[in-house]
């Protein structure tokens, strides 16, 4: 399993395995908007190949906390946020339950905290609190997500790790090296 920055030639892979996690349930946004996510920040969206496969994906965003992008648009605006929103972690469904999902997540996490980022939010969908809360995210139920995002959406947020220390010694910032061929599993 290899984790590298998505690439123009991924987004079949990338619609495909969005559709089919989340049409069923009204929640797939498409192609263009999936892009337009990743074009805001290129930087911190990665899939996860098997072979010559893509099996996974994730997708995020500086976005303000307590906000969220809207599903039923495309990005427009940039935001320069020290949050950073998790807004989508895709698994094949024949690869589930191998640790895939919380490996592409320390990757990411890793990613975050390389690059200045002191929160990560996200809205859980199809009730998938249970696994963010066993990761570490916290729930927010003031906070309630448009009906778009599902009945059962909840909005979560952790800091990102040694956000604190980074913020106190800027050395620490750059010791983390996250890099795209990380092994993971």
């Known amino acids: 399993m290899r984790v590298r920055r998505i690439s ?55 976005y303000p906390m307590f906000e969220y992008p809207d599903l039923n648009r495309t990005e427009d605006v940039v935001f320069h946020s020290r949050n950073l929103h998790l807004h ?50 916290r729930a927010h139920r003031e906070v309630t997500p448009p009906t778009g995002y599902g009945a059962d959406a909840v909005y979560m947020s952790r800091a990102v790790p040694g956000a604190h220390s980074r913020r106190t010694n800027p050395a620490r910032a750059s010791s983390h090296r996250a890099t795209l061929e990380d092994e993971v599993g």
């Open 8 to 62: 123009e030639r991924d987004w079949d892979a990338v619609a495909a395995l969005e559709a089919g996690a989340y049409t069923a349930a009204g929640l797939s946004e498409g192609r263009a908007a999936l892009k337009s996510r990743a074009d805001a920040s290129p930087a911190t969206c990665f899939v996860l190949d098997h072979g010559d496969r893509t099996v996974g994906y994730l997708l995020a965003l500086p």
């Open 88 to 137: 989508d972690l895709v698994i094949a469904e024949e690869f589930r339950g191998r640790g895939l999902a919380k490996g592409l997540l320390r990757h990411f996490t890793g990613t975050a905290g390389a690059k200045g980022y002191e929160g990560i939010s996200l809205v859980a969908v199809l009730g998938s609190d249970t696994f963010w809360a066993a990761n570490g995210y």
